[in-house]
């Protein structure tokens, strides 16, 4: 099979000189990478190997890349359809297929390593699985945003419950937000601990419009803020804006992550903006993406660095538009952008989330309504060919 190589067909020379990997992509940000060169990808259409014991996934939101460069992914059985997982149904239906564990974890070759998750003693599972992240103690948080979600979990590596933060709500919690509730979030979309201060910090979310932070320990409340780093106000206007001073609240802060020099970059998935505070709050800057996109799956919906010290690179998701943008870090100006709608290899059906980068470079997607998680192998660097 010919597998399509993204960003363009040629290297650069200086870049061939340093091949591909994390010490290339030092290399080239320690030389100042030249104008119009970005990180290039290629998709592997055998990646991951094919699930064991008759698994299906179902709607796969997001997945975390942890220190060992090990792919943790988190998918919703609850979303397969009887025709899905007639395999499990009693008398079965077809000889395939049975719901995967809410979690996996995938070594970088595409094999299953384990799998837990589901409702168990003495925590509340979500009722809609939606974020993953592996702590620098190897710990697993998971965030849900289904109409009763109003909490955050940690389990060790092997799915031992240690902390839930928030109780469950009841009925559709997105009707009745509290975005200054300092005890419960509302349908919280994904976190971060810093593992400095070991605070946990939450994107909340679906329901709620603000970053919270709570100690990842004690699961006790430290602050809060809204957009701008003002005091979240849930009676706000909503309304898009597609010139001048963004709007004046976040509509979903739908992914949260750190970066090496201690940023805190939120994505404000329907306002298609990122918005970046330092870690107590204080609001920095903010970039939009494809800002006069009015489609409701919005154009920020994550982030992932490139692994550089200087994580010279912030790859975007675009569910709006299906495209992966890579963007300057420190500028935020989009670089450069690849991919399309579509169930093939290297497109995207809802492209939701993204993971990465290993070691390697190599980042890894997923899809909401596709089901399904992908690897792009990184490739060196090469010229820009599209945006």
């Given at each position: 099979m010919k597998r399509r190589v993204w960003e363009g067909a040629g290297f650069l020379a200086v870049i061939v000189a340093l091949g591909t990997g994390q010490a290339a992509l030092e290399q080239v940000a320690a030389t100042q990478t030249p104008k119009g060169v970005v990180p290039r990808f290629e998709v592997d259409p055998g990646w991951p190997k094919p699930l064991p014991l008759n698994w299906v996934l179902g709607q796969t939101p997001n997945a975390f890349v942890d220190s060992q460069d090990h792919i943790w992914?988190?998918?919703?059985?609850?979303?397969?359809?009887?025709?899905?997982?007639g395999a499990s149904l009693t008398p079965?239906?077809?000889?395939?297929?049975?719901?995967?564990?809410?979690?996996?974890?995938?070594?970088?070759?595409?094999?299953?390593?384990?799998?837990?998750g589901g409702p168990g003693a003495g925590y509340e599972w979500p009722e809609g699985e939606h974020g993953i992240f592996v702590d620098y103690k190897g710990n697993?948080?998971?965030?849900?945003?289904?109409?009763?979600?109003?909490?955050?979990?940690?389990?060790?590596?092997?799915g031992k419950f240690l902390l839930q933060i928030g109780r469950k709500g009841q009925g559709d919690v997105r009707q009745s937000p509290n975005s200054n509730d300092t005890g419960n979030m509302n349908q919280p979309a994904n976190m971060f601990v810093d593992p400095k201060t070991n605070e946990v910090f939450v994107a909340d979310g679906y329901g709620n419009r603000r970053v919270i932070v709570f100690d990842a320990a004690t699961g006790k409340y430290k602050r809060h803020w809204g957009a701008y780093g003002n005091k979240p106000d849930d009676e706000a206007s909503q309304e898009r804006t597609f010139e001048g001073p963004g709007p004046s609240q976040f509509y979903y802060a739908h992914s949260?992550?750190?970066?090496?020099?201690?940023?805190?970059?939120?994505?404000?998935?329907?306002?298609?903006?990122?918005?970046?505070?330092?870690?107590?709050?204080?609001?920095?800057?903010?970039?939009?993406?494809?800002?006069?996109t009015l489609h409701e799956f919005g154009t920020v919906l994550d982030f992932a660095f490139s692994p550089?010290?200087?994580?010279?690179?912030?790859?975007?998701?675009?569910?709006?538009?299906w495209k992966l943008r890579i963007l300057d870090r420190n500028s935020l100006q989009v670089l450069s952008s690849f991919g399309r709608q579509g169930h093939f290899a290297g497109q995207w059906k809802w492209f939701?989330?993204?993971?990465?980068?290993?070691s390697k470079g190599n980042i890894y997607t997923t899809e909401s309504v596709g089901n399904r998680v992908q690897k792009f192998v990184y490739k060196g660097m090469g010229p820009v060919t599209s945006q």
């Open positions: 992914i988190v998918n919703r059985p609850g979303s397969l359809e009887q025709g899905d997982i079965p239906t077809s000889v395939c297929c049975i719901a995967a564990p809410p979690v996996i974890e995938f070594d970088t070759a595409g094999n299953v390593l384990q799998s837990w697993v948080w998971i965030a849900g945003n289904g109409k009763t979600d109003r909490q955050v979990l940690k389990f060790t590596n092997n949260i992550r750190m970066s090496n020099d201690n940023l805190v970059y939120v994505a404000d998935r329907r306002h298609n903006r990122i918005q970046v505070f330092t870690p107590e709050g204080k609001f920095l800057k903010e970039a939009f993406i494809a800002r006069q550089d010290k200087q994580q010279q690179f912030l790859y975007v998701p675009d569910a709006a538009n939701h989330g993204i993971a990465g980068a290993d």
